[in-house]
């Protein structure tokens, strides 16, 4: 599949990648969730996952290198990250066939468990010996969802939140699982011929306003609770995820 640049316009293109490195800035997250969830809205799943590649993989790269952490991380979540491949590799599949209304449906669906969850599920603490087990299986699932859906979120944030991670590890581990999920996701679209050089060109495009964006958001970060901030950014994914899980049922 190709996207044709009449598919998006350059506004719409900048104004989704400013407010998502916005988001991110803020809150060390949301790029790819936000990116998803807006272009989603205008566009197939298949092309916003297409023009999102670039610019996420630029800046998780950037952010899972910011910190001192990211060799003992590495050699501690190897097992989640070979599911996250493995899981996106197996079913990329999805979001290249589907009907993209449909596809469009179940990424709103993701959008508002993960909103529903990030308000109101309870915490919880993953203990080392679960670790070893939940690992692998937390990674098959993060891939699954991000190979049918193009959202990176669920269960990877969860999950990483609930080990015993600074926040400067944390921040650094999400990196790590947003840059394995990214460049999984690229291979995959590749194989089935759904990321070619006219998508990469325009996914490229987005990385100066994601990148003005993310040095808003830190800027305002300093300013405003960035707690709050989040609450509002998830109430936000919830309309958007509901719009979007609906709008088969409204045509």
Not at 9 to 31: D, H, N, Q, R
Not at 123 to 146: D, K, N, Q
Request: net charge positive.
């Amino acid at each position: 599949m190709d996207i044709a640049t009449d598919d998006i316009s350059l506004a719409l293109l900048f104004g989704t990648f400013v407010l998502a490195g916005l988001v991110k800035g803020v809150t060390g997250m949301g790029l790819p969730t936000v990116a998803m969830g807006v272009l989603g809205a205008k566009m197939s799943p298949l092309a916003a996952a297409a023009l999102l590649v670039v610019p996420s993989l630029v800046t998780n790269i950037w952010q899972w290198l910011d910190g001192p952490a990211r060799g003992p991380l590495t050699r501690r979540l190897w097992p989640m990250m070979l599911g996250i491949v493995a899981g996106t590799l197996a079913v990329t599949v999805v979001l290249v066939r589907v009907d993209p209304l449909w596809s469009g449906s179940v990424l709103g669906g993701v959008l508002i468990t993960y909103a529903l969850y990030a308000l109101c599920g309870p915490g919880f603490t993953t203990s080392a010996h679960r670790e070893r087990r939940w690992s692998p299986a937390v990674g098959l699932g993060t891939g699954l969802v991000t190979g049918a859906t193009g959202v990176f979120v669920v269960p990877a944030e969860p999950y990483l939140q609930s080990l015993a991670l600074t926040r400067d590890e944390l921040v650094q581990a999400l990196g790590l699982s947003f840059t394995v999920s990214t460049i999984a996701l690229a291979i995959g679209l590749s194989l089935h011929g759904a990321f070619r050089l006219e998508a990469a060109g325009l996914s490229a495009l987005a990385i100066v306003p994601a990148l003005v964006g993310m040095w808003a958001g830190q800027a305002i970060r300093q300013r405003i609770s960035p707690a709050l901030f989040r609450r509002c950014f998830l109430v936000f994914l919830l309309l958007l995820g509901a719009e979007l899980a609906l709008r088969p049922l409204l045509r």
